[in-house]
């Protein structure tokens, strides 16, 4: 009944630990821990986006699975319960490239589970994301399911909006015949993250303080609206491999490059919110609700201007619901292990574009 989820997206800001019970009718979060990933590691695991060589991908894969392990551990102690009581630890591993529009499409995620179930003598399932690859889909994003488990309703259509690294939605039409459907937005808070370090050195904006003092560039924002995957239709996904550094340099570069730093960091806020608000307005015409999960939900600046943004609709988050919201991503992946284990379907191939569901993740037992 018991289940641990473990997640470390691609902000790389900690690795999110969540001890979740399913009951029949109910689910709910026990303990929800996050284990902050110490500075270098954080920068190792981001320099290995790029060419970097296998040495190091592998590496990681055995620094990341041990560090797994441990916040499973941790969080077993800290909810003061036995490992007996866990039935299984679902880990999504940490992406280090996500290229699932390409010759060989391709995820992978690292973070060994073979140390995990050794160290924890949990069964773990991992590798969530490559068999909806492999049946044709993008591999992500996977949380729409979790979120259609959770919260579809119906009497009205939701939205619910994830806002990690990068920013995906998930659309719960109130009619039950119509499927589920959501797709990544585009970037979070990831090129906040990138922007704000490079100029300040820290790790976020907090409350887009920053980015608050700064000039929206309207030239700058709209070369970034031109990029083509914002247009793209559905299913679609990203990732760092794509939203990074260099995109916003390339962009800069053809705006002519003498834009403040801060009104850049003001743009690129907006960016995010433009993106959310066209998304929900193509594809979700109709929502009065949206329901906001992921880092970005305590940014309370962001909040307030997506609240402008959307006009009438009514935005809340899922503390609202009882569940706090940086805690839905390892929850889902809680929930996908069990998925696992019970030899059900985990994908949404009106999400992925995958070919038929299919089985998510591999088990690893010691
Ligand atoms: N108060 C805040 N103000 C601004 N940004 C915040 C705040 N709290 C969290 N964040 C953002 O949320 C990010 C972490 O979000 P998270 O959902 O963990 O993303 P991921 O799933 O990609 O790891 C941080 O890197 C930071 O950018
Ligand atoms: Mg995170």
Redesign the pocket.
Same mark, same amino acid.
Request: aromatic letters at 0%; a negative charge.
């Given at each position: 009944m018991l289940y641990i989820g473990l997640?470390?997206?691609?902000?790389?800001?900690?690795v999110?630990a969540a001890l979740v019970q399913f009951n029949q009718n109910s689910t709910q979060l026990l303990a929800y821990e996050e284990y902050p990933l110490d500075p270098g590691i954080r920068r190792g695991v981001r320099n290995l986006s790029g060419a970097s060589s296998i040495n190091e991908v592998c590496r990681y894969d055995a620094i990341l699975g041990n560090l797994f392990a441990e916040a499973a551990l941790n969080l077993i102690q800290k909810a003061g319960i036995t490992p007996d009581s866990i039935t299984a630890i679902g880990s999504h591993g940490q992406t280090v490239l996500h290229l699932p529009v390409h010759d060989y499409p391709v995820t992978i995620q690292i973070g060994d589970p073979n140390i995990i179930a050794y160290k924890t003598g949990k069964t773990t399932v991992a590798d969530f994301r490559r068999m909806d690859i492999a049946a044709g889909g993008q591999g992500a994003p996977l949380a729409p399911a979790f979120h259609e488990y959770l919260f579809r309703d119906n009497q009205r259509q939701y939205v619910i909006l994830n #806002?990690? %690294? #990068?920013a995906n939605i998930t659309v719960l039409p109130a009619q039950p015949d119509i499927p589920a459907s959501g797709f990544d937005t585009g970037p979070g808070?990831?090129l906040?993250?990138d922007w704000n370090h490079l100029h300040n050195g820290t790790?976020?904006?907090?409350?887009?303080a920053w980015a608050s003092g700064g000039t929206v560039d309207q030239a700058l924002l709209k070369q970034f609206m031109a990029d083509p995957y914002f247009d793209a239709d559905p299913p679609k996904s990203t990732g760092r491999d794509y939203f990074n550094l260099a995109w916003i340099r390339s962009q800069i570069g053809r705006e002519g490059g003498n834009i403040e730093s801060r009104d850049v960091m003001a743009t690129l806020l907006n960016l995010t919110i433009n993106n959310i608000v066209t998304a929900i307005g193509r594809h979700a015409p109709d929502t009065q609700t949206v329901i906001v999960c992921?880092? %970005?939900a305590?940014?309370?600046v962001?909040l307030a201007q997506l609240k402008l943004a959307l006009g009438g609709r009514q935005i809340i988050t899922t503390a609202d619901k009882g569940y706090n919201p940086?805690a839905i991503?390892a929850m889902t992946f809680a929930w996908l292990a069990k998925r696992r284990l019970d030899l059900k379907r985990g994908n949404l191939p009106t999400v992925t574009g995958a070919g038929k569901e299919v089985i998510l993740g591999a088990v690893y037992q010691s």
């Open positions: 997640m470390s997206g691609t902000s790389m800001d900690a999110d #806002i990690g %690294g #990068i808070n990831g906040l993250d790790d976020m904006d907090k409350d887009s992921g880092g %970005g305590r940014n309370r962001l940086d991503e």
